[in-house]
């Protein structure tokens, strides 16, 4: 059943919202979220667009008004899918002094655009409200601040002894984080503070879910603000230590990174400490993001390793760049281990002499691309090669046969030697492809002369 509320009366002059019919489509499970319909001319239609977000003012008065809860949050570029009425109208704005949504601004006539009759991979977005109990304000970067809670039918401020880190993983989750970073004491604010003791198990859904039943023992001296984990790496394979990373931003998850970028390393580091992933760590660029469905909020980020919370690392502008664009199909990829290539072997060769050239690094095998390289590097990456590898002739580069496939690895690329160097790790070279090898994949193809030593398939020293 569509959940909706009758607000009364008509539409009236000066661009305002009056008598309006709204309600959530579709809704979820708990009723709390979902895209804002309007009813207008018989018909109900969507608030909002592709790109559009409500500001958190606007999302709480729409939350109140459907009797949800005081506070809201919302998303532009949100998936819609099987939507098939129209959209009324893309904007709707509140100062916070309105008693109803009859008194926000509406800057347009209604205008009825159909969804259905839209080829343009946009209309499969739209805006999506979420309607929550908490909210956090006040702080530096939007994933801190002081946390404000809807609790018996008040707003209060929560005290600072009350809380510990199952609460603040509930308050941070229920928000759209990653669960919290830590509780810090702060002044209290407008609120009153709450008396209970918040008892939760940190699977609550809502604080309103936590056991409340005890009173505080003490006076509260303190109020409680919360950072929470605005940074995370997606999965994308059955990998646990790799893949594109993401921030939260406006309400929802965002790619970090673009076809060209990558991490330096001391923010790889740091990111993967961040996400108890070990201390080390590289990225590369290119890698496939076909199946990626969220946008791209960042084109950079860029850590010294002393910031206490990610968001306060260097950064472009945040900017929606929806992934089904064509330049978004590919971008940064996260490694939390060390670029240690512990074995290197010759594949797809008529015998054990030649192949393709293959890298292992944590246990995963790839190709050293040959995009970039001039033919004189290529015959230089072959003479280390087999030098490395214990062969005691020369090494030659074979032409042909070497087109791989798009879900083949990279490890290398743009390898360039002198041809004197003991091991390829002593050559210059970029971790992982250029974007332009996904496309186009062309991998490094070598024969050895001369007897073979301990060096095939032995660990290499870099």
């Given amino acids: 059943m569509r959940l909706y509320f009758i607000l009364g009366i008509s539409l009236i002059n000066f661009g305002y919202l009056s008598g309006i019919e709204i309600r959530l489509w579709p809704v979820n499970a708990r009723g709390n979220e979902g895209f804002v319909e309007v009813y207008h001319d018989n018909t109900w239609g969507l608030i909002g667009s592709p790109s559009y977000r409500f500001t958190d003012v606007t999302s709480a008065l729409l939350c109140k008004t459907l009797g949800l809860s005081d506070f809201g949050y919302s998303s532009g570029w949100t998936p819609i899918d099987n939507y098939d009425g129209v959209v009324w109208t893309n904007n709707l704005v509140c100062d916070g002094h309105e008693s109803v949504i009859d008194q926000c601004h509406f ?37 801190s601040g002081l946390i404000e809670a809807s609790l018996d039918g008040n707003t209060y401020s929560l005290c600072y002894d009350s809380l510990d880190m199952n609460a603040a993983n509930v308050v941070c989750n229920h928000l759209g984080y990653d669960g919290a970073i830590s509780i810090d004491k702060s002044e209290a604010g407008v609120n009153p503070i709450y008396s209970k003791q918040l008892s939760c198990t940190g699977c609550e859904y809502s604080l309103s879910e936590c056991d409340r039943s005890q009173n505080l023992t003490s006076k509260c001296l303190f109020a409680a603000s919360v950072t929470c984990k605005a940074i995370r790496m997606a999965k994308m394979n059955r990998y646990k230590d790799e893949g594109p990373v993401e921030v939260f931003h406006d309400g929802s998850w965002g790619m970090v990174g673009d076809p060209g970028f990558t991490f330096d390393d001391k923010t790889s580091s740091f990111l993967c400490d961040r996400f108890n992933l070990g201390k080390a760590g590289f990225s590369t660029t290119g890698n496939s993001l076909q199946t990626y469905a969220r946008k791209a909020w960042l084109g950079l980020i860029s850590c010294e390793g002393d910031e206490k919370d990610v968001m306060q690392c260097k950064h472009s502008s945040f900017s929606a760049v929806p992934p089904l664009l064509h330049t978004y199909r590919r971008g940064t990829w996260l490694y939390c281990f060390g670029f240690n290539v512990t074995q290197m072997r010759l594949t797809g060769g008529i015998d054990q002499h030649e192949g393709g050239v293959e890298l292992l690094i944590n246990g995963r095998w790839g190709y050293i691309a040959t995009q970039g390289m001039t033919h004189n590097d290529t015959d230089n990456a072959a003479k280390v090669i087999c030098k490395e590898m214990g062969f005691s002739g020369h090494g030659a580069v074979l ?47 070598v024969r050895c002369s001369g007897g073979s030593g301990s060096g095939l398939g032995s660990p290499i020293i870099g």
């Fill in 107 to 143: 800057p347009y006539k209604w205008k009825q655009d159909y969804y259905t009759n839209k080829t343009d991979w946009a209309y499969r977005h739209g805006t999506r409200l979420f309607c929550v109990d908490a909210q956090i304000t006040g702080g530096p970067t939007q994933n």
């Fill in 399 to 445: 032409s042909g046969g070497n087109y791989g496939r798009h879900h083949d690895l990279f490890w290398m690329s743009l390898l360039k030697c002198t041809g004197n160097e003991s091991s390829i790790l002593q050559c210059h070279y970029n971790k992982g492809a250029t974007y332009a090898v996904y496309d186009v994949p062309f991998y490094l193809r």
